[in-house]
């Protein structure tokens, strides 16, 4: 899968791209980082981005003419083009997994205000917003939404770790430990050290449903659970189906 990312300050994305697993699995082949600068693209002697929105109001609008050079620019054949925005469509794990299905995704950048409308009009293929709020930089979201997607590229995490963590069951992971067993008097649950492979997964999947009912209870009641679950559901102090934690089923 190649990214190509689209922004006015490539030295955030090379921070990320150059680290960690986003390295290893662009040293091995299964992803490439493009980054376009977008001002290469801008064409006054300032090599303006930005310019006051029409109509007036706080803050700077980025022009449609270097990023439509920018977008141009791209070497791809079929391009799905993104714009990480906060009026975007909400981000999930199973929007992750449609995207990691594209050959080539354009991310553009914003900063300010937001890019000029007609871009959006006629480039970009979805809005996504990556939550709830506000940040400065576009870059960020466009990482977010890239690392989410491309670490589920086969070869890039071992598939164990990929089936077993948060959202794919739709239960959040539970706890983990390692050395050592005694870390300032706190020890190490005595179950993980027991070998026991059904009273360990019997154990994290408790601990899974825990957490989620006091974490992000609201996935649950959306879920179809298992009798397993169900039990767990029951058995909890103050939870359990009877006392209105759980409507789902
Ligand atoms: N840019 C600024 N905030 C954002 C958000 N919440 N999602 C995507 N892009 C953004």
């Given amino acids: 899968m190649n990214f190509h990312l689209l922004t006015l300050f490539p030295d955030i994305i090379k921070g990320y791209a150059d680290s960690s697993i986003a390295a290893k699995a662009s040293e091995s082949g299964v992803i490439s980082f493009d980054i376009v600068n ?79 409308q007609r871009i959006i009009d006629t480039y970009v293929d979805d809005e996504i917003s990556i939550g709830d709020y506000v940040i400065s ?8 939404i890239a690392d989410a997607v491309y670490r589920l590229i086969e070869g890039v995490i071992n598939a164990e770790s990929l089936a077993e963590e948060s959202f794919t069951p739709g239960l959040l992971e539970y706890p983990q430990y390692t050395r050592p067993r005694d870390f300032r008097g706190l020890e190490v649950p005595k179950v993980l050290l027991s070998g026991h492979h059904e009273r360990i997964r019997e154990w994290r999947l408790k601990k899974s449903v825990e957490k989620t009912m006091q974490n992000r209870p609201e996935l649950l009641e959306t879920k179809q659970v298992s009798e397993e679950v169900l039990h767990i559901l029951n058995d909890l102090p103050h939870g359990g189906i009877n006392n209105g934690y759980y409507k789902g089923n």
Avoid: W
């Fill in 38 to 116: 977008i001002r290469d693209y801008a064409r006054d002697k300032h090599k303006n981005c930005d310019d006051y929105p029409f109509g007036g109001g706080a803050g700077m609008v980025m022009k449609p003419e270097p990023l439509a050079g920018a977008l141009d620019a791209v070497q791809a054949e079929h391009v799905r083009v993104i714009y990480p925005t906060p009026a975007g469509r909400l981000f999930t794990q199973h929007y992750a997994e449609e995207l990691s299905r594209e050959r080539d995704i354009v991310f553009i950048c914003g900063r300010y205000e937001g890019i000029d």
């Fill in 137 to 144: 930089s576009g870059e960020i979201a466009a990482l977010v």
